[in-house]
């Protein structure tokens, strides 16, 4: 509970209870010290100040400073911009609604030369009787721009949240000078503002929640509310200014993350990444090194000095159980590139393993293990020639034939279809270019409003029996996969098929392969979490999938199964055979039920159109998860539209830009998945059906899969049914196996992102 008492000359007295504890503080009006509080609420009033100096006038929608709550898939954030929606003028961006002043006609044009010093006040007010809530913009100290809004979402200080400077993804980044930026938790008066000089504070005036001089020249908050921070590209601190200098000059400040309490409906037998790894992605660097298998992947690291950007590593002798290794690759400043993105792991021709990936703003970079007696390859160790290739992005880098060929993603051939940029090498070091790699059918591939075609990003090259799989992702439909031949000769790939590995609503995004001691191609992907709230850091946001196992049949059919090795987690076995289901029928085995458990289900599907399987049901039937056969439609269904009453849960297409879309419109709700599956005359409808507390992933008939996140409201939803539609249908076999909990070990005491 949070009182505030303002009084006429100033003082406000702060009386905060948590956990039977009171603490009773002494604050100045407007300037709440919020440094010694252990738990922070919303806070809707709060005054952002700011002096700083534009390089130039032309600068068009450039981020000065921001706010930012990183929760869910889109973070709540408060932005002070420049140039947004017209030029040479001042705007505050927020979330949901994200332009608060679309109309700035009554808003002054900025004139300022270069190095004039600016002072730019925001003031976010709650007015309990006035509804849109006022906020305004002062420019020096006099009334900028004055507006109302409901949209503004309250800025709260979690552990998680951010303030950054000069950074908009996507965009040109602010050019120009800092000399001091504020956040104060209420709302300073007009006067107080324009009598704010930068540098310094007064004994009568205010007291800052959030404080950065930079006289000091150290990029650190001075009231110790946000204790980390980090300058990314060519921003600088010199002269007590901060320099930011355009497209990755920025400096970001960050809390400390805990570990939370409670973690909600974590999986048991998935590997998630720890609570500080929270916004972990892209799998990358799979590979197999005596008698281990090795996984990375990308994670959002704000301990680090230079980077955010750093692969986690992993590793597991039964692809089952884990070991958390401290990060493989993270990056410094010294450093040619200015961050690590997606890439691979290989095999040398001397059969030592390698790791490369895409170095921002740089090309194809290389590392290798520092001791390889180590038998965790815990420590790697960069190419002093970095980068090897220069352009492109996330590329792939493997042997054929003793030929190193590397497949840069990010090329386009002329009708405007995906390709992957070629070039080949005998060492590593000097390469030779060949252009586009392969030609797809344009009639494949699925145009995104206003985004144009499918592009190729984080590509996977491997052959299975007499075929060449090109496993990648597109940032409009998620992961699919080509399947052809490889010409050698003319070092060119001829795409025959496209095989999507994600539909609509699906939330399968980059994958990573690797060829196990038995031959196997074995991958795993990342399942993207649709929770939108601070629920999503609980568990650790985003999962892996349970491990594959890819192959190949005649017909050039793409087969996907689980790896034989979760078996071993198998406990507890029931099994029920030949059951009749007739029409319209939903027939209950409370022995099938359960939210950690594998289902095992052939169905003959007789004179039934439709067939399927209820997972994750309460009593009432308000909430089921629906997965189903429909002959018309040839199509594996799963059906989400009752998955939930929780209203924090979004489906959205296409997969990866539902990372973007906090509350997506409703035509963007994608709640019905459906996989193409046509069962051959006779042959059963085979499940496999994995349910990891929020994990479901779906293996029918091994050519067919589908996986998604699921987050039931109740717990009483744990109930399986089956059904049968427009004829009957019968149960050959229905098993449920128990499944037990993996291991996740951390070696040498490693528990997240907090080292050096």
Known sequence: MTDIHRHRHGLSMLRITCCCQSFLFTLLTAGL?????????????????IWLSLDHLDQRGVHVIRLDNPWGFEPNHNTVSFGDVEPKKWMLL?????????????????????????QIATVFEDAPQQTPNPIRIYRNGQLYAEYATSNVEPLTLESDSLVIFGRRVGFSHFQGYIEDARIYCGVLSQNVIAGLVPNRIAEDEPRPSAWWPFNDNEPHDRMGLYPRSRLEGDARISDGKLYLGGRFGNLTAARKLPIPASEERKPTFHFTALREESAYHDANGSFYWNGRYHMMYIFFDWDMADSSLVWGHASSSDLVNWVRHPPSLIHRRRDPDRGIFSGNAFMNKSGVPMLQWYGLNAGVCLAEPEDLDDPYLTKWKK????????????????????????IVGGGRNSD????????????????????????????????????????????????????????????????????????????RFHPEKLVRMNWPGGMLFAGESLKSPDGRRIFWVMVHDPRTGPSQHATGRNSMTLPRVLDIDSDDNLLISPASELETLRREHYRVDHVAVRNGEVRSFPKL?????????????????????????????????????????????????????????????????????????????HRVIEAPLELKPSEPLKLRIFIDRCVLEVFANDRQSITQMVYPKFDSSVETHIFAERGDAEVISAERWKMAPIRILNKNNYRGPAYR
């Open 33 to 49: 010290d919020l440094r010694a509080a252990t738990e922070f609420k919303p806070i809707r009033e709060k005054t952002i100040v």
């Open 383 to 406: 190419h002093p020639k970095n980068p090897v290739i220069g352009g492109g992005w996330d590329p792939w880098l493997g042997v054929i034939d003793d030929k190193y060929y590397c």
């Open 593 to 669: 039920n359960g939210d950690t458990v594998e289902l095992n289900i052939r169905i003959d599907l007789g004179s039934a159109s439709r067939a399927g399987v209820k997972v994750l049901c309460n009593p009432d039937g308000s909430e089921q998860t629906v997965i189903s056969y429909d002959r018309a439609k040839k199509a594996l269904i799963l059906d989400l539209t009752q998955c939930s009453q929780r209203d924090d849960i979004a489906y959205t297409i296409p997969p990866y830009t539902a990372s973007h879309s906090r509350h997506p419109p409703r035509e963007n709700d």
């Open 94 to 118: 927020d979330t949901p609604d994200g332009m608060v002043q679309r109309d700035q006609s009554v808003n002054a044009t900025e004139t300022s030369q270069p190095g004039t010093l600016v």
């Open 416 to 491: 405007g279809t995906d390709t992957g940029i070629l070039h080949t090498s005998d060492d590593l070091l000097t390469w030779k270019h060949h252009g586009s790699f392969y030609q797809p059918q344009k009639s494949w591939l699925d145009p995104w409003p206003g985004r144009g075609l499918e592009d190729l990003s984080c590509p996977d090259f491997f052959q299975l029996r007499d075929k060449w799989v090109l496993m990648c992702i597109s940032h409009l439909r998620g992961l699919r996969a080509y399947v052809g031949k490889l010409d050698k000769t003319a070092n």
